[in-house]
């Protein structure tokens, strides 16, 4: 099992261009999540969907949007990069949203906006 | 308002010594969970806890609900054992809050 994957693992964008980070996972679970990290903060949630067809906001979710395709895919899109968006991105996932599970994450994804 | 603290934020430890991180947190919580970054970037749940205390290899979590404090301890350390330890929080199964994490450098 690969577990979360993410793509791409690097991405250098100019301000205003969009671009969609790929999140799979191979667990059968039902909750993903799309975290940002940055130097000197802790893990920020950005969205997560507890199942297949739901979406909900997290803490920092202004300049993005997501979709879950399926039960394994979880994507975060930047419509118009900025560079307060530069940072590393981890998706994750657990079993349940109901309850409190380990959560799995992928290798994160560095985006640089410039 | 950061709901969770860790304590030292750096610590460097020559190989073999007994380390203990601290977590201190601000909210009610279901579990409290210890997480591992190496330096390449990925990041492993070590530990998920709820009460009292567990035991993996040479790490030791603990959790004080009562006083809202956890430690992790990393017994007899390890070069390897180098990574930035981070402490989270979840109040419900949706919401996670992570400490800014402890960077620990082991000394050969």
């Known amino acids: 099992n690969a577990g979360v994957t993410q793509t791409p693992k690097f991405q250098v964008l100019k301000t205003g261009q969009s671009m969609t980070l790929q999140c799979a996972q191979d667990m059968n679970h039902n909750s993903m999540y799309w975290y940002r990290q940055d130097p000197g903060m802790g893990l920020r949630l950005i969205y997560y969907s507890a199942s297949e067809g739901t979406t909900d906001k997290g803490e920092v979710p202004n300049g993005y949007n997501v979709s879950r395709l399926n039960k394994r895919e979880f994507s975060l899109r930047l419509e118009s990069a900025a560079p307060s968006q530069t940072s590393v991105y981890f998706c994750?996932?657990?079993?349940?949203?109901?309850?409190?599970?380990?959560?799995?994450f992928g290798p994160g994804t560095r985006l640089l906006v410039l | 308002k950061n709901e969770v603290e860790q304590s030292p934020q750096n610590l460097t430890a020559q190989e073999g010594e007994f380390i203990t991180i601290n977590c201190s947190y601000s909210?009610?919580?279901?579990?409290l969970h210890w997480l591992q970054q190496h330096p390449g970037g990925g990041i492993v749940s070590l530990f998920m806890l709820s009460s009292g205390k567990k035991k993996h290899g040479r790490l030791i979590a603990t959790i004080n609900i009562q006083e809202k404090h956890s430690s992790l301890h990393i017994t007899a350390s390890h070069p390897r054992d180098s990574a930035v330890y981070i402490c989270a929080v979840s109040p419900t199964g949706n919401q996670f809050y992570f400490g800014t994490g402890t960077s620990l450098t082991v000394i050969p």
């Open positions: 909210v009610g919580i279901s579990a």
């Open positions: 994750a996932s657990s079993g349940l949203a109901t309850r409190i599970e380990t959560q799995y």
